[in-house]
C-alpha cells in the first residue's frame, strides 16, 4: 500500500512551540520536577522524552531522569504480528514512589499505552502514571486520555499520522497521510 | 519472522535468524534482571516440555523461559528406553496434538525425534536435543554468551574440545558457527572425532596444545565414558593430561579468550576447578544466556500471524 | 491344458534365444519354442509387444512364518513374488522359531505346498537357533529339502564357527550362504559410517565391518572347498574381493540387491526408516561399483533381501526401527527402468542375473526357454508405467525404499509349471 501526504498539521516551529508548552504543564501539574521521571516508549517517544527533558531542566535547573520503554512484549497483539524490531528497555532509575511520565509522538486507540503503563508496572509501583503525546487523532478503543497533548488532530481511520522528528528524519514535523488502497 | 516453522537443526537457521534470535535475547536479559521478571507476551499459549531424557537445566531452563512469558507450560517426562514397552514415540505425538499445544520442546535419546513430531503435529517444534545429532538453542546460547564477552562473532576461532562424535552440543555449534562468520576447530582424539570431519566444516585438530594460541574461545565439551565397555581413550587420568583445561592450558589461551562448557561439568576430567571458577570461564552466563536466548526462541516462533490463534 | 503364448520376444541368455517366437506348453512342460507353432486346441495367448523370460527366481527373502505372520505370510510374500514376476524364492530361516531343524523345513515346505503361488526353496539355518554356537542339523534339513544353510541376518560371529559349519556343509554339496558383518566393528550402527552418519548424528557401521567377513569367509571357502555364496554384497572392495576369488578359481558367488544398485546413502535426508536397512545404503561411489561388478558377471545374482515390516515398527525412531526394505514387487521394474531402459544391459543380461545365476548359485533347478523344462516363464510388459504406491503392494507389508518412485516396466503375467501365477497384472490364486 502507499501513502501520500495529505496535509502537514504541525511545521518545526509549532512541535517546537508543542513541546515547549508540554514542558511547562508538566511541571505545574506536578509541582516541580522533584518527583516525576520520564519514560519515552520507542522509538519516536524516547527522543521527544529527551527533548522535554532537556526543557524541564533548562527551566527548573535540575536534570529529570529519562528511560526507554519497549513494549514488544507488551502488546495485545503479539500473535497477529511480530514487532520488525525489538530493543532493549531501559528504565535507569527507581520507579516506586514516582511520577512516570510516559511519553509517544501519536495517541490513538491506546493500546500501546496499556501495554507501556503495565510494562513500568512491572518495575515497581509508581505513584501515579501521566500521559504526554505530541498528536491526539481520537479512535480511542480502550479508556485512555492523555494529560499533556501537544495538538489534537481529527482523522480518519484509514488516514496515519506521521510525526517526523530531526534525530531520526531529519526534520521536525507533523504529517497526515492518506492511503491510496488498503487501510491500516 | 524467523524463516523456519521450527528449529529442529541449524539448517532451519539463516544467518539473518540467527542474529534476530540473538539481538531479542539482549531485551529479555533486560527483563531476567528486572524484580518482577515476568512479561504477558505469550499469555494464553501452551508450551509442552516433552523430555524422554533425564535433563535438569535444559528442562528448567526452558520451564523458566515459558513462565517469564506468560505461557502455560506443561512438563511431559517420560522413559525413551527401548527396553520399556510403552507408548510409541507417533503415538505420544498424535496424543499431544489432539490437545492442540502451541509448542512442543523435545529432549529425546534418538536422533530424529523432533522431525518425527513435526510430522503428525501442526505446532512448532523446538529440539532440546535429539540423541547425538543437535541442540541448537544451546549453540544459539553459546554464540550469545560469546557475542556478550567478546562484541562480536565473526572471525572468531572457537576451539571445540572432547567427545565431538557424540556431542549433540557440537552437532549444533559447528554449523551455528560457520553461519555467523566464525571458525569451529574441533580437538579431540580421533576416537573421539566424527567419521566424516570434513562434513561439518570445521578444522580438525587432535593436538590441543598446539592450537591454544590461536583460539579466542576454548569450548570443552563433557566426557564421560566410566562404564563404557570400549572407551575410547584409556582413562580419565589421561583424558585430563591430553585434553582437559587447566590452569596452565589457560595461560597458553590469548589473554583476551574466555573458556565455555555445556555442562554439567566433570571438574577435574574436561576442565579444572580453578579454570572453571575463574574470571575467564563464562561457565554460568551460559546458563543466564539460556533463558534468555529461549525466551526469544518462543517470543520469535509462537509471535505474528502465522502462528496459531488471532488475539 | 495347453498354452500357446504367441508371438512375444523370447530372451534366454542359457538357451541363446532372443527373437520374436512362439512357445507351446502342454501339461506344465515347455513343449515347443519356434516360429509360427500351432497347437490346436491350446488357449493361445497374444504376448506381442512382451518381453518372455525364464522364470525369474529371488534366492533372498524374508517370508517371516512361521512366527512373525504380521509382517508376511508364506501365502501373502509368495502372491508379492508373482506380482513382481519371479516363479521361485528362497526364503531365510530367521523366523520365530529359527528354521533349523527338519521338521522345520517339512513345515515351510509344507505351508508352501497349502498356500504358496510360485516355488519356495527353504534355507536352513547353519547353527541352532542361528546361536552361532552349535552347529544345525545340516543333514536332516537337506533331507527335508533345505536348498542351502545361512545365518542370515547377523552372519556367523566367529570364524572357528564358520570353519567347522564349511566343513560340514561341504559333504552336502549345498552352499553355505554368508551374511557377511563382524558386528563389533559394526558397532550397532544403522547408517553407513561417513557422510550421513556425522551429518544426521546416527551411529555408522563402516564397510570394512562388511569386507573383513568377505574376506573371511573367501578365504574359509578356499580352506574347506565348501560351495560359498555371499549374501547382499554393498560396498566396492566386497565386489573387488570377490573378483579376485573367483580369478583363483574359489568356488564362490554373490549376490546384490536392487536397492545397493539404485540408492546410495545420499537418499538419506530425512530419518526415513524405509531406508534403513543392513547391510546399509553405501555411496555412490560403492553403488557404481555394483553396477560394474553386475557387468562384468563378477556379481552372479540380484537378490532383494525382501523384508516385510509392519507398519508400528517400521513407524519408530531411526534408530530403533528394524532393519530392511521389501524387494518383491519392485526389483524387476527397477531393473528394467534404470539398467535395460537405459541400455545398460539387455534382457539376455536380466536373466543371467535374475534366473540363471542365482539358479547355480544355490544350486536350484535350472529354467530355460526350451522344450523340455517346466513352464516357469515371466512375461514382462516392457512399457507399463508404475507408480509405487503403498496401495501397489499385494505384500503385506508398505516398507518398501522405494515408496514413491515411478517405474517403467513390470511382469503382466507368470506361470509356474503351467499354471497362471499371475495373470493381466493380477495375482492368480
Redesign the interface.
Known sequence: MGYRVKAEVMDAEAVDRALTRIAHEILEANKGCGDIALAGIMTRGVDMANRLAARIERIEGTPVAVGSLDISFYRDDVSIRLAPEVHTTDIPYPVDGRTIVLVDDVLYTGRTIRAAMDAIMDYGRPAAIQLAVLVDRGHRELPIRADFVGKNVPTARRERVKVLLEELDGRDAVLIMEDDGEGE | MLTSKHIMTMDDLSADDITLILDTAESFAEVNQRRIKKLPTLRGRTIVNLFFEPSTRTRMSFEIASKRLSADGVNFTASSSATVKGETLRDTAKTLAAMSCDLVVVRHKYAGAPQMLAEVMDCSIVNGGDGVHEHPTQALLDLYTMRQALGRLEGLRVGIVGDICHSRVAGSLVPALRKVGATPVIIAPPTLMPARPDVLGAEVAYDLDEVLPSLDVAYLLRVQFERATRMPFPSNREYAMLYGMNLARMERLPSHAVVMHPGPMNRGVEISADVADSTRSLILGQVESGVAVRMAVMYLLLGGADSGAAA | MALLLRGGRVVDAAAGIDEVLDIVIDNGVITGVGADLESPGAEVVDCSEKVLLPGLVDVHVHLREPGQEYKETIASGTRAAAHGGFTAVACMPNTDPVVDSGSKVRFVVERAEETAVVRVYPIGAVTAGQSGEQLAEIGDMVAEGAVAFSDDGHGVGSAGMARVAMDYIRRFDVPYVAHCEDVSLAAGGVVN???V????????Q?ALAEELHVAREIALAELTGCRVHLAHLSTAASIALVRDAKARGVSVTCEVTPHHLFLDEDAIV??DTNLKMNPPLRTAADREALVAGLLDGTVDAIATDHAPHAP?EK??????APFGTTGLETALSLVNTNLVASGTIGWAEVTKVMCHGPRASLGLPEMRLEAGYPADITIVDPEARVEVTAEWFVSKARNSAFLGSSLLGKASDVLVGGAWALRNGKVVG
Open positions: 559410517e561417513g557422510v552418519s556425522t551429518r544426521m548424528g546416527l551411529p555408522g563402516p530425512v530419518y508400528h513407524e519408530l525412531e531411526f534408530e530403533l
